[in-house]
Nanobody, 119 residues
Framework: QVQLVESGGGLVQPGGSLRLSCAASGFTFRNYAMSWYRQAPGKERELVAIIHSYSVITNYAASVKGRFTISRDNAKNMVYLQMNSLKPEDTAVYYC????????????WGQGTQVTVSS
């Protein structure tokens, strides 16, 4: 059974940092591009970052480029999102996604982890 489990969310002050983790199981992790999406209240879910199978290619939303870094460890079936210089606008539920590309989300989703950036 495919499973994606996010962790690492929480409440952080503007300018702070968080590191999100996604633990994957039930599929051949190394063959899948992995992505982070987020959905803020009242807004559409959007792609934040994507990393391809062997970390050769990464892509980021313009709003997070330079602040967020996606990485993966294929030996551990883990994907991470390091978030620095957080802004209130980054507040959202963050979801791990497997099997997508820049234009289309993959079929597998985690349950999400809440990130709240507030003073």
């Amino acid at each position: 059974q495919v499973q994606l489990v996010e962790s690492g969310g929480g409440l952080v002050q503007p300018g702070g940092s968080l590191r999100l983790s996604c633990a994957a199981s039930g599929f051949t992790f190394r063959n899948y591009a992995m992505s982070w999406y987020r959905q803020a209240p009242g807004k559409e879910r959007e792609l934040v970052a994507i990393i391809h199978s062997y970390s050769v290619i990464t892509n980021y939303a313009a709003s997070v480029k330079g602040r967020f870094t996606i990485s993966r460890d294929n030996a551990k079936n883990m994907v991470y999102l390091q978030m620095n210089s957080l802004k209130p606008e980054d507040t959202a539920v963050y979801y791990c996604n497997a099997g997508g590309n820049f234009d289309t989300a993959g079929a597998y989703w985690g349950q999400g982890t809440q990130v709240t950036v507030s003073s």
